[in-house]
């Protein structure tokens, strides 16, 4: 059974940095793109960005653009987020997701999804 669990999530001041780390366990997702996504208290599921299988590719949502960074380990079975510049509505509980198609999972419709890990920025 596949499962995408998060980590690195944690209390972080408004300016700082924080990466978080989604490992990928049950089998390896070969040719599957990964891509990052936030919920914030009370608002919807929100795309943040994503990576082709072999990483070669990355797209952003606007808001983060230049402050954060996505990319992955295929030999570890891992994606990465690196959150640079933190603002306080970044606050959110974070999630990664995975499916063969990119599109699929801009449309938040990805085969699997991680469990979140919650990053509260303060101001």
């Known amino acids: 059974q596949v499962q995408l669990v998060e980590s690195g999530g944690g209390l972080v001041q408004a300016g700082g940095s924080l990466r978080l780390s989604c490992a990928v366990s049950?089998?390896?997702?070969?040719?599957?793109?990964m891509a990052w996504f936030r919920q914030a208290p009370g608002k919807e599921r929100e795309y943040v960005a994503d990576?082709?299988?072999?990483?070669?590719?990355?797209y952003y949502a606007d808001s983060v653009k230049g402050r954060f960074t996505i990319s992955r380990d295929n030999a570890k079975n891992t994606v990465y987020l690196q959150m640079n510049s933190l603002k306080p509505e970044a606050t959110a509980v974070y999630y990664c997701?995975?499916?063969?198609?990119?599109?699929?999972?801009?449309?938040?419709?990805?085969?699997?999804w991680g469990q979140g890990t919650q990053v509260p920025v303060s101001s």
């Open positions: 997701a995975a499916d063969r198609l990119i599109a699929t999972l801009r449309k938040k419709r990805s085969e699997y």
């Open positions: 049950g089998r390896t997702l070969s040719g599957y793109a």
């Open positions: 990576v082709n299988w072999s990483g070669s590719t990355t």
